[in-house]
């Protein structure tokens, strides 16, 4: 079964692919077939008491 797995990183455009350990913990939950989003920490935030996060779909 497909899982939502969601990361908090730095924005894609800076990680360096080769040493990055999330990329490649993403590059497995992809070839395994879950769905991947991501969320850079100035995304999170709390409202109402709640914990709330701005996220963007990964391919």
Do not use: N, W
Not at 15 to 28: C, G, H, V
Not at 35 to 46: D, N
């Amino acid at each position: 079964m497909p899982l939502d797995i969601v990361v908090v990183m730095d924005p894609i455009a800076s990680i360096r692919i080769a040493k990055d350990s999330t990329f490649a913990m993403l590059l497995e939950a992809q070839r395994r077939g879950h769905r991947l989003l991501y969320v850079i920490p100035g995304g999170l935030g709390i409202r109402d008491g709640r914990a709330t996060a701005s996220v963007a779909v990964l391919r």
